[in-house]
Nanobody
Framework: VQLQASGGGLVQAGGSLKLSCTAS????????VGWFRQAPGKEREAVGS???????YYSDSVKGRFTISRDYAKNTVYLQMNSLKLEDTAVYYC???????????????????WGQGTLVTVSS
């Protein structure tokens, strides 16, 4: 299984970006997909997740601004980021947990596969 996050870039505060997570070798709708980020000098933190049933979960810091969705035909999961803030600057990663069942969406160890990150830089 290979995951790839893409769509990062430079955006002004208040702007929007849409990140994509694509997979080869696995159907993303056969598992849960999480989004994590790591800012310079900080630990990696969970942003949100979409479960195998389509339920979505978000950290308090992004709730109401970020939305996770799936495109089944494209085998892609998206992270729509609106009203971006300076503190959203980070490398964003997507991760895959194979299979269904309950899971602690914010824990890195729940996920079996990780993609390379994509850098999001929010400027003032």
């Amino acid at each position: 299984v290979q995951l790839q996050a893409s769509g990062g870039g430079l955006v002004q505060a208040g702007g929007s970006l849409k990140l994509s997570c694509t997979a080869s070798g696995f159907r993303l709708d056969d598992g849960a997909v999480g989004w994590f980020r790591q800012a310079p000098g900080k630990e990696r933190e969970a942003v949100g997740s979409i479960s195998i049933r389509g339920g979505t979960y978000y950290s308090d810091s992004v709730k109401g601004r970020f939305t996770i969705s799936r495109d089944y035909a494209k085998n892609t999961v998206y992270l729509q980021m609106n009203s971006l803030k300076l503190e959203d600057t980070a490398v964003y990663y997507c991760a895959l947990k194979e299979g269904g069942g309950p899971y602690l969406w914010g824990l890195s160890v729940e996920y079996h596969h990780w993609g390379q990150g994509t850098l999001v830089t929010v400027s003032s």
